[in-house]
């Protein structure tokens, strides 16, 4: 798995100083280093983590909200089951969503199963945009407005919109 830690000094628990300065400056927070090991300890059940990358982890709301890059395609019941041992490591409730350098890609596997119908892009009076989206249907949407909001701002610092097809 591709990290942007040193993978031994996520297994040894010590940093080295490249990596606590990584940790110093707010790249990496003490929730990704617990995440990157129990993916790491996960590595060897989950094949499809070899040829990950992981990107950020996030808590909101009791939940956290894990952000991998696939390099290739992997199944909702693999993801699943990853979640349930993440889970069970965490002791909190987890999600791994897929991660894109495609925006559009991001914000559709964001909030899959609902599809993202349009986006639009707003440009403000103060000079900065926002991205309007509309989105086909509410009830398949399994995280809230807000939070999605808020991830879409601290991954992708961009600021989002959201109205809806049909509840």
């Known amino acids: 798995m591709k990290l942007p ?10 940093l080295c100083g490249k990596c606590e300065a990584k940790l110093r400056e707010n790249i990496i927070s003490p929730l990704d280093i617990k995440i990157m090991a129990a993916l ?9 983590l070899q040829n990950s990358e992981y ?19 992997v199944s909702q019941a693999q993801l699943l089951l990853l979640e349930a041992r993440i889970d069970a490591k965490s002791k909190k409730k987890v999600r791994i969503l897929r991660d894109s350098y495609n925006f559009n890609e991001f914000l ?3 909030i899959a199963p609902a599809r993202l119908v349009s986006i639009s892009k707003i440009w403000l009076p103060d000079g900065t945009e926002e991205f309007g989206l509309l989105i086909d249907n509410k009830s398949k949407i399994s995280i809230p407005d807000q939070t999605l909001v808020e991830l879409v701002k601290l991954l992708k610092g961009k600021t989002i919109r959201i109205r809806f097809l049909s509840s």
């Open 55 to 73: 990107i950020k982890s996030v808590e909101l709301q009791g939940v956290i909200y894990i952000f991998l890059r696939f390099m290739e395609d």
């Open 108 to 110: 559709s596997a964001l």
């Open 40 to 48: 790491l300890d996960e590595e060897k059940n989950f094949i499809f």
């Open 5 to 14: 830690v040193c993978q031994f000094d996520i297994k040894s628990g010590v």
